[in-house]
């Protein structure tokens, strides 16, 4: 077995977006040149502001939009070799808002059950025996199998969802946003759930989220996402004690912990995130940067080595990436 | 000019459904200073933005409210029909809700829904409106104002949205402002912001603000005072510092122990969380809501309603039978299991 479970290689993604009727489309960079590796039974948490890929990538890496760039490999073999099925054996998606993620005119059962049918899994005998283990695994009482959807809480829906992704055994469960729908008592219940099953059937993780606390918490490698790239990726305890990318710093301080006495942060993050269809030049954070220098507006930074990731911003480069701005 | 710009006392909303009387808010009271931040927290369904709805008197019209007391600046505003009611919303009563999408006009220019409201309470040209519309705008951080005022809703980014939403709010200069989740829908990066941004303005024009969240990082951060309700009632009452740091009712104490707090929750630690699901608000409600989760119910906790009581400090109080000694035990047991 190999250590990595998936490659992404300098994937990309670009729509053609209609600028109006007459004019001609224009390119958006979706994903633009992301290369991360996730090896077997870790966590990688995604993070950024809404439109900066993060959901677009996940896309990507469960086969459900093909690459405009790039490599994708799942277990060493390039995802556009696998047919769908073999990829939905290997990943499972958990989406955001569980009230829109189930068909409402389907039993908990027959939800549960759906994945078996589409692999064609050829003991439809065992089928109820291993939805119930399912169910019995998410915390879902058995007497629960011929409800439908309406009757159930959010919390009991999202174990639901939990329990779809896992009933055929996959690698590695994309979690998008999985608890940002529930009510602050419930989150934690199926974070925890998460966290349990993770050690029980040694899953991966792909944790999407905006919530830092969420990812800090359970995540056990962090990349930092902006306009479509990566801008920091590296180890939770690094990421979290020592950010190095000023939008990583920002993002971290922009958090609002229980912490009565310490007030709003305020971040600097002045300008509002940028158009991505007209993407600024260089570095595409230099307008919101606080330690902007000259040539960050016209050299776009290379990605530099970390302790356990890597960066990508002049700061850490060789000579600040002044070398290329001469050149 | 009274010292309390809003003061709530017994406040019930009850809402007839298919099946019996629904009873979303249950003897709801607290009051605002001018200048000061109350935040109401809860889970969803708890009845906070009813309260807020029952205040500005814009709850559902099969819906029915009554109070002991309901006065704004000093002045009754439980009974005062429509049209001096309109006459305040909007005027020196401000509400920001949760989605700036849903609540500006996609039909109209921004200058036009700013405008509105001044040239409805105040006698102003339109010049001078426009005039004070850019001054808002300034104010709230948009730059080019005046090309601002002549774009749509749609042209805006969220937080620019929720920004002309506050000036809009501020148009006829408020002394008290009910913010419906505000920064639910924003990113963390913008939520800072906005939330900065109302702090300011609200020392600036001394104004009272009645935030509404679930988030208790907010809550923490912005609150003079907070009030956490649970199932339509208040649970416990006191300023952030008292909450956060001494959480005395059980339900607080378990919703605190449900986030991970960067820094003391150790990382892939298994979190806290409360068994069960919130009651249903419909038919005749007795005893404490929370018992049938709580891990500390008794048989006294279903037999009467809890009253309010005080906590060890002034200021501080909550809903349990348990006393305040028994439930700080409790909070260290807690911490040390």
Redesign the interface.
């Known amino acids: 077995m190999t250590k990595t479970v998936i490659d992404v290689r300098d994937a990309r993604q670009t729509f053609m977006i209609s600028a109006g009727a007459f004019r001609g489309k224009r390119p958006l960079h979706a994903v633009n040149g992301v290369s991360i590796t996730i090896d077997r039974g870790e966590v990688l948490g995604i993070v950024g502001?809404?439109g900066c890929g993060k959901t677009t990538l996940a896309k990507m890496i469960l086969g459900l939009l093909q690459p405009t760039g790039g490599d994708i490999l799942l277990e060493g073999r390039p995802i556009t070799e696998l047919t769908r099925l073999e990829v939905a054996r290997l990943l499972q998606p958990i989406f955001q808002d569980p009230y829109s993620s189930l068909n409402p005119r389907k039993s908990v059962g027959n939800i549960i059950s759906l994945p078996l049918k589409v692999q064609k899994d050829p003991h439809p005998e065992s089928w109820r025996e291993r939805v119930e283990e399912k169910m019995a695994l998410v915390g879902l009482a058995k007497r629960l199998y011929n409800l439908y959807p309406n009757q159930l809480?959010g919390?009991q829906r999202q174990r639901v969802a939990v329990a779809r992704a896992l009933v055929n055994r996959p690698q590695v469960v994309i979690c998008d946003e999985p608890t940002s729908a529930l009510?602050?008592?419930v989150?934690?219940?199926i974070?925890?759930l998460l966290?349990d099953l993770r050690y029980q059937l040694n899953l991966t993780y792909i944790l999407i989220s905006?919530n830092?606390?969420?990812v800090?918490?359970?995540a056990t490698r962090v990349a930092v996402m902006y306009l479509g790239r990566v801008v920091e990726e590296a180890d939770?305890?690094s990421l979290?004690e020592r950010p190095q990318h000023p939008y990583t710093r920002?993002?971290l301080?922009?958090?609002?912990?229980?912490?009565?006495?310490?007030?709003?942060?305020?971040?600097q993050?002045g300008a509002?995130?940028p158009n991505p269809v007209a993407p600024p030049s260089g570095c595409t954070f230099h307008p919101r940067c606080t330690q902007v220098m000259n040539h960050c507006s016209r050299i776009a930074p290379r990605p530099v080595a970390t302790e356990t990731g890597h960066v990508e911003c002049h700061l850490y480069a060789a000579d600040q990436g002044k070398e290329r701005a001469i050149s | 000019m009274a010292d309390r710009i809003l003061e709530v006392n017994n406040l019930t909303v009850d809402i007839p459904v298919p099946s019996g009387m629904l009873h979303a808010v249950q003897g709801v009271s607290f009051s605002v200073g001018r200048g000061e931040t109350l935040c109401i927290v809860g889970?969803?369904g708890c009845g906070k933005s009813l309260t807020s709805l029952a205040i500005m008197d814009l709850l559902p019209a099969n819906a029915s409210r009554t109070a002991d007391k309901l006065e704004h600046d000093g002045v009754d505003i439980l009974n005062i029909g429509e049209n001096r009611m309109a006459n305040i919303r909007g005027n020196t009563m401000g509400m920001i809700f949760q989605e700036p999408m849903t609540s500006l006009n996609p039909a109209y220019t921004i200058s036009n829904q700013l405008e509105e409201a001044l040239l409805r309470h105040k006698k102003v040209g339109r010049g001078e409106a426009r005039e004070r519309a850019v001054f808002l705008l300034e104010k709230v951080g948009i730059t080019a104002a005046s090309n601002r005022l002549r774009q749509y809703p749609h042209q805006l980014?969220?937080?620019?949205r929720q920004r002309v939403m506050i000036a809009m709010t501020l148009m006829c200069g408020p002394d008290l402002i009910i913010a419906d989740e505000p920064t639910t829908a924003l990113?963390?990066?913008?939520?800072?912001?906005i939330?900065?941004l109302l702090?300011e303005l609200q020392k600036e024009f001394h104004m009272g603000l009645i935030l509404i969240t679930?988030?208790?990082?907010?809550?923490?951060?912005?609150?003079d005072r907070v009030a956490v309700m649970y199932a339509g009632q208040l649970v416990e009452q006191g300023t952030?510092?008292q909450v956060?740091?001494n959480p005395t009712n059980p339900y607080t104490q378990?919703?605190?122990?449900?986030?991970?707090?960067?820094?003391k929750?150790a990382?892939?630690a298994?979190?806290?969380?409360?068994p069960g699901?919130v009651p249903s608000l419909i038919g005749d409600l007795n005893g404490c809501r929370f018992a049938d989760r709580c891990p500390y119910a008794k048989d006294e906790c279903v037999a009467k309603d809890i009253e309010f009581r005080a906590a060890f400090e002034a200021g501080h109080s909550y809903r349990c039978v348990l006393s305040p000694e028994v439930c700080a035990k409790n909070a260290q047991r807690k911490l040390i299991a």
């Open positions: 502001e809404s809480s919390g009510d602050v008592s989150q934690s219940q974070l925890n966290q905006h830092l606390a969420v800090e918490h359970i939770t305890a979290f920002a993002l301080e922009s958090v609002l912990t229980p912490e009565p006495a310490l007030g709003v942060p305020d971040t993050l509002a995130y | 889970e969803s980014s969220g937080g620019l990113d963390v990066t913008i939520q800072a912001q939330l900065l702090a679930h988030d208790l990082g907010v809550v923490a951060r912005v609150a952030a510092t956060f740091e378990g919703l605190l122990d449900c986030i991970p707090i960067p820094g929750t990382r892939g298994h979190l806290g969380s409360i699901i």
